[in-house]
């Protein structure tokens, strides 16, 4: 049994790799054997935060919100190490004015926003999971929070600032996630049949030298009593890639520590 939580022989795809969560994931996944395809729309910050390509490790510059770059990914891998096992869509961007207040946050922002977390993830399961649809399985994650399922504590908040504005969590950030988690559902049902699952990871807050005032109020919003760390994501992440979770599919598993139970 201990072996199903392995990913040895696997060939996993994962989007927003460069990133907080994503570096730790990659880390995770290669060690439980996986081979990584490594995507990011930033190619210096690829090599400078997973270093070079190895065995296991292959970089790829792509825009998630262009189904061409995501093609060119596509046909990389898959000249190197064939089709992919699991997709993890984990990019997610921020637009210039992020934390601008819901009254005035302009539309081309908003639409920003969403074309890498909603409709960047829908291209990846378009050109990576009608792959894996083909051949019969695979497994799909998608990087959720818990800001898809409930709305802000706007209190936690207060006296967090961001390049001297203050800090919230936009509305468009709840909107994608939630989005998402429609998507998740719809495919899990839709390629059910195919073998394809399709699940989800809600992680709350994940620690990254947050102001000390914040790391209190939201840890006291937490039965835990801590905020997550880049690798309890990952290892959410790699239970439903691997085999361990093969009879899970249109799950959301919330990894906030008790965050959204009370
Ligand atoms: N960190 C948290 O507290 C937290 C909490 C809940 C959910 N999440 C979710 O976890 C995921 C990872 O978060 P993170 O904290 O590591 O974020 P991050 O900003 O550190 O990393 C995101 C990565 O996505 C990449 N990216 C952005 N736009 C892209 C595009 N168009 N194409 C390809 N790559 C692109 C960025 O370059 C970056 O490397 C996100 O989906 C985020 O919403 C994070």
């Not at 601008?100 to 999971?129: I, Y």
């Not at 800090?167 to 988690?181: D, M, T």
């Amino acid at each position: 049994m201990a072996d199903a939580f392995r990913l040895d022989g696997k060939t996993v795809v994962l989007t927003g790799a460069a990133g907080v969560i994503g570096t730790q994931v990659v880390l995770a996944f290669v060690e439980a054997g996986a081979r990584v395809c490594a995507i990011d729309r930033n190619p210096a910050l690829l090599k400078q935060k997973l270093g070079p390509e190895h065995g296991s490790l292959m970089h790829c510059a792509a825009d998630v919100s262009s189904k061409e770059a995501l093609l060119r990914a596509r046909k990389k891998l898959e000249s190197k190490w064939g089709t992919a096992d699991a997709l993890v869509n984990n990019a997610a961007a921020r637009s210039l004015n992020y934390f601008e207040p819901f009254e005035t946050l302009d539309v081309a922002e908003w639409n920003e926003v969403m074309a890498v977390n909603l409709t960047g993830a829908m291209l990846a399961c378009q050109v990576f999971g009608s792959a894996m649809a083909d051949r019969g399985r695979g497994s799909i994650v998608n990087t959720l929070s818990v800001y898809g399922i409930v709305g802000p504590d706007q209190r936690i908040y207060e006296g967090s600032l961001h390049l001297g504005k203050p800090v919230n969590s936009p509305a468009v950030y709840g909107a994608s996630k939630a989005g998402l988690w429609g998507l998740t559902r719809y495919l899990a049902t839709y390629w059910g049949k195919r073998g394809v699952r399709v699940n989800a990871v809600s992680t709350g807050a994940v620690s990254n030298g947050q102001s000390e005032e914040f790391v209190r109020n939201y840890s006291s919003q937490v039965p835990l009593g801590r905020m997550a760390e880049a690798d309890d994501v990952a290892a959410a992440m790699r239970y439903l890639a691997s085999d361990a979770s093969k009879h899970v599919t249109g799950h959301n598993l919330v990894v906030d520590g008790g965050r959204t139970a009370w």
